[in-house]
């Protein structure tokens, strides 16, 4: 467990929670979730002391629950709010039990069966915030390593030198989720390159199968996107909601309406990863279909061809047939010269037709 307290434009990790928050100040305490239980004490300690009230034993099962889905509730007097992040590549190795993945990217939409998430819980008081992370999850290092980058150190006391601190434990928190959902916007960069060779092989002029199976797996996995980003969405829009009806009374106008400006552009970004998850889903059905008609067409010329030639021999057929017949008296059957004229004949025939239906296009060549 690790405690931040956030003062006047100064940070500084502690060994314990302080007793009382500091003056125009904040404090910020993240934990893994395997450690929610041992350290539950101590955490609902800090929140009786720093924020007002210990944390519900419903929303102590909501933060310790990996699977839970995004989601917002509220008290009285804080805030629960529970947001799902992308695995990262380490997470989902381990997840799916390939620590050799090699050749696994030259699989056709490979990274779309490999996109897993975890659930990150938030409380939010007025003057703390409580973050459960899931274990190893580097997301609060990272954040943290964002002003420790530019700050000097004086007396034990971090002194931010470049980079505005968060002013609240919302404002942190909408920070940390701004910057797990630009990792989803990264993610469609690459889901969309995938999705664009994917494409590009199955219209090719030489495409004779594709890999159904990946198809398949990569749909599923656009709608559970979907699915995941609605979710954010709706959890994030009811918390601006809710702070758009009861604004924290010791904000002035200033800095709610710079919360207010950030939590839309978390929603905003939200909502663009959901257009943008909806519009592949869309591409990839009109590629699918454009593969069916191309392949229908393709077939159709094929079956013209055949048509027109089976056209041509048709009446040669006949000819043949006709002398053919077992009568003794047929014109030409005894001429010298018939087979030389008959055979004239149905050449004559045979070009004249091939003509008649090349000119018709009935013998095109396919591109």
């Given at each position: 467990m690790q405690i931040v307290e956030f003062g006047a434009g100064t940070l500084r990790f502690l060994e314990q929670a302080p007793p009382k928050v500091p003056e125009g100040g904040f404090v910020w305490i993240y934990l893994e979730r395997e450690e929610l239980q041992s350290a539950l004490p101590q955490l609902q300690q800090a929140a009786q002391n720093l924020g007002g009230s210990a944390i519900l034993d419903l929303h102590l099962k909501d933060l310790g629950n990996r699977s839970h889905p995004?989601?917002?509730?509220?008290?009285?007097?804080y805030d629960l709010v529970i947001f799902r992040r992308l695995a990262t590549e380490d997470e989902v190795r381990i997840e799916l039990g390939d620590e050799d993945d090699t050749g696994e990217a030259d699989r056709p939409l490979a990274t779309f069966g490999r996109i897993r998430t975890r659930a990150i819980g938030f409380a939010v008081f007025d003057r703390l915030l409580i973050s459960v992370h899931p274990g190893g999850c580097q997301a609060a290092r990272t954040f943290i390593q964002r002003y420790l980058g530019e700050v000097v150190q004086s007396e034990g006391v971090t002194?931010?030198?470049?980079?505005?601190?968060?002013?609240?434990p919302a404002d942190l928190m909408?920070?940390?989720?701004?910057?797990?959902?630009?990792s989803y916007l990264e993610l469609r960069k690459v889901l969309n390159a995938e999705l664009d060779h994917w494409q590009?092989?199955?219209?090719?002029a030489r495409s004779r199968a594709a890999d159904w199976g990946a198809l398949m797996s990569a749909r599923n996995a656009l709608h559970t996107l979907e699915?995941?980003?609605?979710?954010?969405?709706?959890?994030?829009?009811?918390?601006l909601d809710g702070q758009q009806e009861q604004p924290a009374p010791w904000m002035t106008q200033a800095e709610r309406d710079g919360l207010m400006a950030r939590a839309r552009d978390v929603v905003e970004h939200i909502e663009r990863v959901v257009h943008h998850v909806r519009r592949m889903e869309h591409g990839a059905e009109t590629a699918v279909q454009i593969h069916f008609s191309a392949l229908g067409h393709r077939t159709n010329e094929i079956m013209r061809t055949l048509t027109a030639l089976t056209a041509i021999f048709l009446p040669l057929n006949l000819i043949a047939g006709v002398f053919g017949m077992n009568f003794e008296f047929v014109p030409l059957i005894h001429a010298a010269t018939g087979f030389w004229w008959t055979l004239g004949m149905m050449?004559?025939?045979?070009?004249?037709?091939?003509?008649?239906f090349w000119r018709k296009r009935y013998l095109a060549r396919t591109r």
């Open positions: 995004s989601h917002y509730d509220y008290t009285s007097v002194a931010v030198a470049r980079t505005r601190l968060p002013g609240s909408l920070r940390v989720i701004n910057m797990m959902v630009d590009h092989a199955l219209l090719g699915d995941l980003c609605e979710e954010q969405n709706d959890a994030m829009q009811e918390w050449g004559l025939i045979a070009v004249g037709l091939g003509v008649v």
